[in-house]
């Protein structure tokens, strides 16, 4: 846990994002919970759970470790999740790298650090870290590896100091409801993806429905085509048809997959779920010895168990 990683105490409403809405369902707008969970109504085609957001490092939250925590005459500026040096961090969206350093160049920080910068004033913060995988002012994708978890600085323990900031860099909010609010639960979980997403995880829920049978061009793109062929699949599922996939869909969408399965879909959306983890990947569809080894290196780094097996938790760790 962070003995420091402080910010100045705020009013928690201008600290806060504006919440996301959802569509109106009869008239009637859908509650907070609704926006949060997925659950009931059609989703928002401007919804912020476009895909382009996913989980920074997998880990538990730490007792105290959460963003407001008392510290000192100051709060805790993030959250933190604890797993082992040497888990692997990623790039929670796309962006270019303008801090690498000592406390990422931010005040009340300490140890090895990143700061990103996505754009439109928006800005995620990776403290603590062991090891640099990016460079200083260089171009990330989302879910691309750019560091270790580590020990560095003030802290109790290996863990990854995770921040959000919005509306300036230094304007700290709650990397649990910014992250949940765009599809992703930080420290693991299955993300819900809305219509009109864009991306590599879509591409994924595209092959994957390939191989239940409803052929779509893997374009990434969450258009109607696609979202229809989800409805339809949630509806055989006895899901609701809402066309988001998130974590009540996923777990039928995914394949346990293993060295020696056939050739197929199902294979490619693996491969291209683990190439946006930057396993560099060719996106063939079989999963031969060259795809075992770097599902086994994945497991290895998230410290998942290492069988080199894609089941479940695989999976929901590619994704999420």
Not at 65 to 88: I, K, L, Y
Not at 268 to 273: P, T
């Amino acid at each position: 846990m962070c003995e420091s990683c402080t910010a100045p105490v705020c009013d928690p409403r201008a600290c806060e994002p504006t919440p996301w809405s959802r569509r109106m369902l009869f008239g009637t707008a859908l509650g907070a919970a609704a926006a949060v969970t997925g659950l009931g109504g059609t989703a928002h085609a401007a919804s912020a759970m476009n895909a382009a957001w996913c989980n920074p490092a997998l880990g538990h939250f730490p007792t105290g470790g959460h963003f407001g925590a008392p510290r000192g005459g100051s709060t805790h500026a993030g959250q933190d999740v604890t797993n082992s040096t040497g888990t692997a961090v990623y790039a929670a969206a796309a962006g270019t790298v303008v801090g690498r350093s000592w406390g990422g160049g931010l005040p009340g920080r300490t140890g090895e650090a990143i700061v990103v910068s996505h754009g439109n004033n928006v800005y995620t913060y990776y403290g603590h870290l062991s090891v640099y995988r990016v460079a200083l002012n260089g171009r990330v994708s989302a879910g691309q590896r750019i560091a270790d978890m580590g020990a560095t600085g003030n802290v109790t323990g290996p863990h990854l100091h995770f921040e959000t900031h919005a509306g300036r860099l230094g304007g700290v909010t709650n990397p649990v409801p910014f992250m949940r609010n765009r599809g992703v639960e930080l420290g693991g979980g299955w993300p819900s993806v809305d219509p009109e997403a864009n991306g590599v995880t879509v591409t994924v829920i595209q092959h994957l429905m390939t191989q239940r049978g409803t052929s779509l061009v893997a374009d990434g793109y969450y258009g109607p085509t696609s979202v229809n062929a989800v409805r339809a699949f949630q509806r055989g599922k006895g899901l609701v048809a809402d066309g988001q996939v998130g974590p009540r869909t996923w777990p039928h969408l995914v394949y346990e997959l293993e060295q020696g399965v056939g050739d197929g879909s199902h294979v490619r959306a693996l491969q291209s779920a683990m190439n946006k983890r930057s396993a560099g990947l060719v996106v063939d569809g079989n999963f031969g010895p060259v795809v075992n080894t770097a599902v086994r290196e994945f497991q290895r780094v998230n410290r998942l168990v290492v069988d080199g097996e894609a089941g479940p938790l695989t999976w929901r760790a590619l994704v999420g």
